[in-house]
């Protein structure tokens, strides 16, 4: 039925994060590829990749959604963070072969006062330089909130990235519905009409992932704070409506919400109860 997990951390490696996402109800799940804040990343092993992937197909798991670090900005002004952003996509990009056949989600970025057309392009520039043909890693774009100078708070702004990467089936989109929500797409009482102008500006092939989590705030606000199933504007209907949509079916489904592995284990149990 439906594909859900939450973002799952261990210091004890790849076979160790598959076995807490399965102890939480989950069948999917995303990992930041290194510490989240960004650095250096540690190295992966390959004995241990390949038991995440038996457990994974084992026990039927959906596709895994990678997270990129929240400092990664491929369309920074400044050089130094831009270029260490690059090679960091580049690298990561190389590090997701060792669980091949999964997404590789990120922010698009913020293009801190030097435009969005500047911006677009520096992101098509990153992913032209990072993405090789042969890889099985499918790159998603986030939906972002439009907090600041980010890139990817309108469908549109996606759309023109993608149309100038040139590894056209590597990349996608992730649906966050805090973002979006906050984006001011009314994701609840007008669900087949966002889900339509989704469609005719990017396309619902490109949809792969959706990150689920209820809002702080108002549609249209802005602000990107994530909530709790049910605690937050989007509320427990909207919720349940998004999840049920039949056009988000067969998707992986994230949990980005601010609870601790209980929190996760009951919103995932939740979730399934409505199938
Ligand atoms: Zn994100
Ligand atoms: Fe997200
Ligand atoms: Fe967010």
Known sequence: MIKIGNHVTSSKGYAAMGKIALELGGDTFAFFTRNPRGGKAKEISTADA??????????????????????MNVCAAREDVRQFSWEMIAEDLVRMEHTPGNYYNFHPGCHVGQGTEIGIQLIADALN??????QSTIVLLETMAGKGSEIGGRFEELRAIIDRVSCQDKVGVCLDTCH?????????????????????????????????????????????????????????????????????QGKPFILETPNDDEGYAREIALVRSWF
């Open 50 to 71: 390949e038991k995440l992937c038996v457990l994974l197909e084992q026990n039927s798991f959906g596709k895994l959604v990678a997270h990129a670090p929240y400092t």
């Open 129 to 134: 330089a990072a993405i090789r043909p042969q």
């Open 180 to 248: 979006v929500w906050d984006g001011g797409y009314d994701l609840v009482n007008h669900p087949d009409e966002v889900l339509e102008e989704f469609d005719r500006i990017i396309g619902l092939d490109r949809l792969h992932a959706i990150h689920f989590n209820d809002s702080m705030n108002e549609c249209g606000s802005h602000k990107d704070r994530h909530q709790k199933l049910g605690e937050g504007k989007i509320g427990l209907e909207g919720m349940k409506r998004i999840a049920l949509h039949p056009l988000l």
